[in-house]
């Protein structure tokens, strides 16, 4: 629908143009300031990520070697510390073997020098059980000797107990006699039990000693320092984490090392402390930033000189291309071209293509003008009318286009369909709906229904439109297509008719089939009539026959005979018609279905039927808790009569066994009672149900020959069907249905 494409798209144009100059005034900015912008903003990401990777790699290579170096001069301080156990060691030998050559626990003789030359401040001599035999005290560091307070005194008496022997029983290392740290050595007298204890005061003078050694400033503070809280806490945890020489930068210019000195016990008790200057991390960052200076210097230029070059080989030539591209476009004419140069560049293939692509145009608006008038041709001669209606904005509804059918058939012109709504053609009674269509349709749904639309003349016709949305230049439309069913609805209007015939003739059987009833109850009232009638007569006459038995009449006995036969056919015709009764009753009862529990019901009877007959000896099996939907007092009657059936054909057997239960099949419950009795020939089924109808001699077994015809009655009118199965000699098992659609409920698990 090219052409429709071209029609709508005129519309469309005035509002697109401004819509055009409205973004193009929005975006004033030229090729060449953009090519400016994407050159600089290219060259500052490219130099934020040079400094970023610098700052990443080299300033972190710097601060591994930087902490490598730091890592190396602990180790060499820990080192000089480590020498003072050396020594100590040394020195605990010396006194060892005095001891041991004097024989004595005594070594006052040794003068305040000899300490001095020792390098120690503290010598203790232990008894077997830990008791101090000697102490002695100095400081070597001033040449003279000091006195061991009591405290201190008491502290070291208890370094035996807390020092963890080794394999040649000499004990090393650092605890805090008071707030000073003390480096002891404790050496056993060989096997005499006596040990020695020589020790070292870390103190300041020490520490100046160490750094003069090493050449580092080295400080000493202990795991409780006051002053030191955040920082020792700190080195702990790395310690903690397993790391060997933890550091920590301590302002931009300054780093520490440390070193952990653990007590006799284990315990943390002593962190040595380097700080230097951070002269290669401070000699990196300043390399980096004369790189990084020299690089924003070299790219300005390199930027300057290739926005020059561009400028002037490129951006000059687009211009050209622009401007001449602009006038062919405020200036049209199939024929026009672009100018190609010389050269023999990406422009000049731009170009080119510039000048193909026009070559296209031409050939497309050609072709599209051949294809409009193709589908112009087949919209206007389209037998059914087809619509063009908006959907976006104030179009809503508004007929944009139709066809020459549309217009036949609403005798209204096109022009005069393209001034109007869709809502105007519509009968008021569907004016609503198509509100309600065309919100479903913009909800992308493609419909089809049937509605009335008025003509011109204000006479209305059925249609059938078949309508969704489609999309147009980028705006919603909806396509509509609407056939005329005026013919449709005749020949429905005529079907309705014959379905309307079809109905009455219904409607006749059914009175037809009521007259029938009505016939069956009369012809049962007048056999309750009959035997009312009959009840009478019979009466007396078995009244006369029992006279004549109880007095004392001679009479020939032949004669007595034919009276007591008389008299039992008179009973027997009574109950006959009390049955008739009863039967004639069961056609006229109401049928009022409740849940009745045929299990209860069952074992009630089967009880009663026991009282009855105290000696006969019968099994009964009833399955419990079987409920069925049905009249309460009918089912009572049903069950009677099958289970006293039971009752009487069983009576013959020595093990007799009634059964009663139900079973589940695909259409429903199925009840059953079930004998062990005489049982009956299955060829004489068909004669099971029929009033006054007996299989067996009234000799051997007696009854009315209705008892089985009732239940057939009540189990008809509950809807369901009745049969039996049954063996000669074997018993008869008799199973009966309900209504299928009553409630109904099976054993309960």
Known sequence: MNWLVVKLSRRMYSGECNKASRQKAEINMTLSQRTVLIIVSTFIVLLIILAATSDVILLKSFASLERTVLTGNVQRVRNEIDKTFDELDSTSQDFSDYLLKSGTTNISNYNTQTFVNHHVDI??????????????????????????????????????????????????????LGDEPLQLFLRPVHDSGVMVLVGRYLDDDEVRRISTLTTFSVQ????????????????????????????????????AGYSLFKDLSGQPVLIARLVEKRVLYGQGKAAIAYVLLSLLIAGTVFCFAMLFFIKGTILKRIEFLSGTVKKLSSEPNPFSRLPLSGEND?????????????????????????????????????????FIIGLDGEEVGKIISANRAAAEQHGYTIDELCKMS?????????????????????????????????????????MEVHA??????????????????????????????????????????????????????ELESFNYSVSHDMRGPLTRISGYCQIMLEEDVVLDPQIKSYIGRIHESGLWLNEMIDAMLHLAQLARAE????????????????????????????KTVVMKDVIAAGDPSLLKILITNLLNNAWKYSSGIKDACIEFGMRKEETGPVYFIRDNGAGFDMKLSSKLFKVFSRLHDSSEFSGTGIGLATAQRIVARHGGRIWAEAEIGRGATFFFTLQPDMPSIGPRS
């Open 123 to 176: 010598v203790l001599v232990f008894s077997s059980s830990g008791q101090i035999l000697f102490s002695q005290a100095v400081d070597f560091h001033h040449h003279k000797p000091v006195t061991l307070p009591e405290n201190y005194l008491v502290q070291l008496a208890r370094v035996p107990t807390l020092a963890a022997p080794t394999t040649n029983k000499v004990v090393s290392g650092v605890i805090l």
């Open 220 to 255: 000493l503070f202990t795991t409780v320092s006051g002053t030191k809280t955040a920082e020792v806490a700190h080195v702990l945890a790395d310690f903690k984490k397993g790391i060997v020489s933890p550091h920590m930068v301590l302002d931009s210019d300054r780093i």
């Open 468 to 521: 969704g949305m489609v999309k147009i230049q980028g705006c919603s439309y909806i396509l509509a297509f609407d056939r005329d069913i005026t013919i449709r609805k005749l020949a429905e209007e005529s079907d309705r008719m014959y379905l309307e015939r079809i109905r009455q003739l219904n409607a006749e059987l059914k009175r037809k089939a009521n007259d029938l009833a009505a016939a069956n109850y």
């Open 346 to 386: 990406e422009l000049t293939e731009l170009a080119g293509s510039i000048n193909a692509m026009l070559d296209s145009i031409e050939v497309a608006e050609n072709s599209t003008r051949d294809s409009e008038e193709r589908y112009r041709i087949l919209f206007e001669r389209a037998p059914d009318s087809i």
């Open 422 to 462: 869709i809502f105007d053609i519509n009968i008021d009674v569907d004016k609503e709906n198509t509100a309600s269509l065309i919100k479903r349709i913009s909800g992308g749904e493609w419909i089809t229904k049937e509605v009335w639309h008025s003509k011109k003349d204000k006479s209305r016709f059925p």
């Open 591 to 618: 049928l009022i279905p409740e849940l009745v529990d045929l299990s209860k019901l069952t074992e009630e009877l089967t009880a009663e039927l026991k009282l009855l007959e105290p000696d006969r000896n019968t």
